[in-house]
């Protein structure tokens, strides 16, 4: 089975600028994850989307975004970047079994100037 | 306010010796807790999970231990390798294996040979 993957891996915006990050999970799993990784803050979660229904919300602002389509792949949008939306995006998915377990992507390398 | 703390940033550790990276939670209604550990530029990998409704759990050298009472969890690995070295994250859920995980900041472990 392939992983979860992300895409861009890397990628460099300015300020007030827009970036959508793709992530396609492991096959078979309908839940995704997204978490935002700072040198500072650790892992923080942003949000969870299920079926295509946001079932779980982190505390960032309307700026942080996220839909996830039919096929269980999902998008996040960040808008009016700014300097310390810098960090690496994770995504993450799992199934509904009762292990819990997040398989997480390689993230994506946000850099805002 | 974190909900998930991991107090050590980074730990060193003789290779054969124990590591023993702990993890603190505040909230009362996490019942599930995992530990992930990530290497440089990967994403975090599952390690081992336990429910609240015990308090050890065990998988080859990596033990997890949970003291409910003082809202406290520990991992232990024996004996430890140079392989070893990562970043560990304490993780925990208020919603059994499928609520969104809490992630703490990390500690860095290096096991020297």
């Known amino acids: 089975k392939a992983g979860v993957t992300q895409t861009p891996r890397y990628l460099i915006k300015t300020r007030g600028q827009q970036v959508t990050l793709s992530c396609s999970p492991i096959?078979?799993?309908?839940?995704v994850s997204w978490y935002q990784q700072t040198p500072g803050q650790g892992l923080q979660f942003l949000f969870e989307?299920?079926?295509?229904?946001?079932?779980n919300k982190g505390n960032f602002p309307g700026r942080f975004s996220g839909r996830q389509f039919s096929n269980s792949r999902s998008e996040m949008n960040v808008s009016t970047l700014e300097l310390g939306d810098s960090a690496l995006y994770l995504c993450?998915?799992?199934?509904?079994?009762?292990?819990?377990?997040?398989?997480f992507g390689e993230g994506s390398r946000l850099t805002v100037l | 306010d974190q909900q998930v703390k991991q107090n050590s940033p980074s730990l060193s550790v003789q290779e054969g010796r124990i590591s023993i990276l702990n993890c603190d939670y505040t909230?009362?209604?996490?019942?599930?807790f995992l530990w992930y550990k990530k290497y440089p530029a990967e994403g975090p990998t599952f390690l081992i999970s336990i429910s609240s409704i015990k308090d050890k759990n065990e998988d080859g050298r990596f033990t997890v231990f949970l003291n409910k009472s003082a809202k406290h969890l520990s991992l232990h690995i024996v004996p430890s390798q140079p392989g070893d070295s990562a970043v560990y994250f304490c993780a925990a859920s208020a919603g059994g294996s499928q609520g969104n995980l809490i992630f703490g900041k990390g500690t860095k472990l290096s096991v020297k040979p």
């Open positions: 993450a998915s799992r199934d509904s079994t009762n292990t819990g377990e997040l398989f």
């Open positions: 096959s078979g799993h309908r839940s």
């Open positions: 989307y299920f079926s295509e229904t946001q079932r």
């Open positions: 909230n009362s209604m996490f019942d599930y």
